[in-house]
């Protein structure tokens, strides 16, 4: 896996499979997981974990899971220090519903059915089962509100091929199902015996998140004051009954549309006086012994780079990548970089201090930031402690070879506690780390263009690196190299 956003390791046993079966429940939201992937990822982890327990020569007593993405799109990683189940590949491509799922009870044809793309792999203490996650884009998402069931069939009869539907015939029932989740258009009833969609309406442009969400209301009532009342209402469009298709596409269609259109010109504004108060970035450092080449694309991402002494001498980088694009993403990357900044203010603080600050901070928030971030403590003689929440693999390359850094301990701010073991190691002349964002890869590093980097100078890797995959990505990227010259000159 090349970027892990949630990392959790669970004491296996019956007892604790609901706790495994309610961990994605708990950070869907945060996570940004709809309902559907939900599904597919509570039944997976319970059906394998109880395949686990039952199945295996010597089952683990620990597993971890991981959710996170490579270069091919999202996955979902087992981990667990049981013997191997040598079975396990020929078991699952073989199970097939329904038959075998009656017969064995194993459930092993509700995994392949779920994920079909899966890999098993061994080690001397490890047993790996990787989930790759098909990431068809996702249709938009429409909320229906109408007390009528009958107006509910037809509505999601109309809509269905088109649109991803969460369906309800109680408005309060909605304005529960928002809190937690997020929608792109809301189609309501206007008369409702218990709330009107007025109030309804009203309701949801309480909640900050929702507060310009487009609203189309639905009646058979024609009068003029009841139109001109749904006018002030700041709805986007007000359909009389009855309904056809073709015009109840098109009204959605072209609502969503102004409403991207006004959001992307919203941006558009909010980047230019943005970029009248940030700070110059940094582009290449030298520092004693270490030198720091950094380089960024895209002005309008949530991206940055940092770099502080240490009251012991020490130095301090940091690469940080708020998820999300444009104005949005930019504006919390900004607000993060000054609220380190802030912290680095004292300045006995220890990396791991931050490190495990930061995450009580954005744990006890309970906010929606999804913060990646990187940070890499230059120490003496050499030596480096790299702490990844959720960042993209690093690489390590020296003339002997080029590695991708797997320790990580997912997104900060998602449990009370965090790992804060970092990678350690001391980088020998022609030594290099590069660190970066997840735009500057798009696919799997060439196992051979890695190879041909340990033939490679720090800086020549950096241009390598940077230029890997430059005709094909348009997302921000960010990458920083860093090397140790004994001699400095």
């Known amino acids: 896996m090349d970027q892990v956003l949630l990392q959790r390791r669970f004491q296996l046993n019956y007892s604790t499979l609901s706790r495994i079966r309610s961990l994605f429940t708990d950070k869907a939201a945060a996570l940004d997981i709809n309902p559907t992937r939900l599904q597919q990822l509570q039944l997976v982890c319970s059906e394998y974990s109880t395949n686990l327990l039952k199945h295996p020569p010597q089952p683990p007593s620990t597993i971890t899971i991981r959710y996170g993405r490579n270069k091919q799109g999202d996955c979902l990683e087992i981990h667990d220090n049981g013997s191997p189940w040598e079975e396990l590949n020929a078991m699952i491509n073989a199970a097939d519903l329904p038959n075998m799922l009656s017969e064995s009870g194993m459930g092993l044809a509700i995994i392949k059915a779920t994920f079909a793309n899966f890999d098993y792999r061994t080690s001397n203490d490890t047993n790996i089962i990787t989930f790759y996650l ?79 969400l487009p609203f189309v209301f639905i009646s058979g009532d024609s009068l003029a004051d009841s139109i001109e009342l749904a006018g002030q209402s700041a709805i986007d469009d007000y359909l009389l009954k009855p309904i056809n298709k073709p015009h109840l596409l098109g009204v959605i269609q072209r609502v969503l549309e102004r409403h991207l259109h006004l959001t992307t010109q919203y941006q558009l504004q909010f980047e230019q006086q943005l970029a009248l108060c940030l ?22 991402s949530g991206d940055f780079v940092m770099q502080h002494s240490l009251a012991d001498g020490t130095t301090l980088v940091i690469l940080g990548d708020h998820m999300g694009h444009g104005a949005i993403a930019k504006a919390n990357g900004a607000v993060w970089l000054g609220y380190i900044s802030g912290l680095l203010e004292n300045d006995d603080i220890s990396p791991a201090q931050l490190y495990q600050h930061l995450n009580t901070r954005l744990y006890l928030s309970q906010s929606q930031h999804l913060l990646c971030l990187m940070l890499i403590h230059l120490q003496k003689d050499g030596q480096v402690a790299c702490f990844n929440a959720g960042m993209p693999a690093p690489l390590y390359c020296s003339q002997k070879q080029s590695d991708e850094i797997q320790q990580t301990s997912g997104l900060l701010g998602l449990f009370d506690e ?11 002349s022609g030594a290099s780390i590069h660190c970066y964002s997840d735009g500057l890869a798009e696919s799997e590093w060439n196992k051979k263009a890695l190879r041909l980097l340990t033939d490679l100078t720090p800086e020549q890797r950096h241009q390598e690196l940077w230029q890997y995959n430059a005709p094909m990505t348009a997302d921000d990227k960010t990458l920083v190299s860093i090397s140790y010259c004994h001699s400095h000159h």
Request: aromatic content about 8%; proline content about 4%; charged content about 20%.
């Open 279 to 300: 700070p110059l970035p940094i582009r290449q450092t030298e520092l004693t012994h270490w030198h720091i080449e950094i380089s960024q694309q895209a002005e309008s």
């Open 418 to 428: 965090i790992d804060d073991e970092p990678w350690l190691n001391t980088l020998s």
């Open 134 to 212: 098909s990431n068809q884009k996702q249709k938009q998402h429409l909320l229906i509100v109408d007390d009528s069931q009958s107006q509910l069939k037809l509505l999601a009869h109309f809509l269905e091929d088109n649109y991803q539907l969460t369906i309800f015939s109680q408005a309060t029932e909605a304005i529960e199902w928002l809190t937690h989740n997020h929608c792109d258009l809301v189609l309501t009833d206007f008369h409702m015996p218990i709330m009107s969609g007025i109030t309804f309406r009203d309701h949801v442009k309480q909640q900050r998140r929702h507060a310009i």
